[in-house]
């Protein structure tokens, strides 16, 4: 019994530990993350839905000019640009999936640290803008 009853919170802990949410104001979403290469190429691809509070932040090692496409991303999205101040410097409202061989890019002039990537419309609905301000947990 001893046993179980160690176990039990252990497991809690753990399954805590790997998510994260971002939020904006009272809007938060929870959110897988992208940290090394292999999984920011692979991205949202190949999904065909994304519940409503749930998205993907890719963090980088440093800020940059960090370009995205649809290619495979079958759901359209709003694609979120995040500075080292956790300050929304750039947003793409419903960048649609692309099923050519050549794909939009969508970049930035700024550098950015994060990217969060969210269903269409969900920056309008909750009115996210250039400058508010995020808070990753």
Known sequence: MKKLIFLIPLLFLLGCASE?????ESNCF??????????????LMFRSSLDENKGMLFIFESSGL????????LIPLDIIWINENLEII???????????????????SSEALYVLEINSGLTEKYGMNIGDKVEIR
């Open 30 to 43: 929870e959110v897988e993350t992208s940290d090394n290469p292999l999984e920011r190429t692979q991205g």
């Open 66 to 73: 960090y370009s995205f496409w649809m290619k495979n991303t």
């Open 90 to 108: 750039d947003i793409q409202r419903d960048a649609q999936p692309c099923t050519s061989e050549v794909c939009k890019s969508y970049s930035l």
């Open 20 to 24: 994260k949410q971002v939020c904006f």
